[in-house]
């Protein structure tokens, strides 16, 4: 089962990741991946889907937490990754060996450690077959 990162969110000031369920009449109805408690959070609640957030890098571009998640998933070979409860110091060389190019300036130890977090929930609910996302595809069209 592939696993769509849209619906899989971050609510400000809640530990863990939850599934997105359903719209309801002041907010939205989540579910936690950690224990499946489902619960109703308010509409002005700061609410970030996964598959939005990314990172600054050296070359300019943000790198969507989806591909880091790919690298992290890539280096374990689908395993637990280090804990986030690790030292800042090895949580961030341990991101460096996967992402040399995010931007040191910009990129702090408590982002790295939630990353790894969020990792680690993903692989321990077996969620990390991502949807690919749908691109539109250029076609061409012959000339007489």
């Given at each position: ?51 939005e957030?990314?990172?600054y890098?050296?070359?300019g ?84």
């Open positions: 089962m592939q696993t769509d990162l849209q619906k899989i969110v971050s609510i400000s000031g809640q530990p863990g990741l939850y599934k997105y369920l359903s719209q309801a009449r002041h907010g939205i109805i989540v579910e936690s991946l950690k224990d499946g408690k489902r619960t109703c959070v308010a509409a002005a609640t700061k609410i970030s889907s996964l598959a957030i990314t990172i890098t050296n070359n571009d943000d790198l969507l937490l989806q591909e880091i998640l790919l690298k992290i998933k890539d280096k374990t070979g689908g395993e637990q990754a280090i804990s986030h409860k690790s030292p800042s110091e090895e949580l961030m060389a341990y991101f460096e060996e996967i992402v040399p190019e995010y931007n040191k300036d910009k990129v702090y130890p408590h982002h790295v450690k939630k990353m790894i977090e969020w990792y680690n929930i993903l692989q321990e609910n077996q969620l990390l077959d991502f949807v690919e996302d749908e691109k539109e595809e250029d076609t061409e069209i012959a000339g007489d």
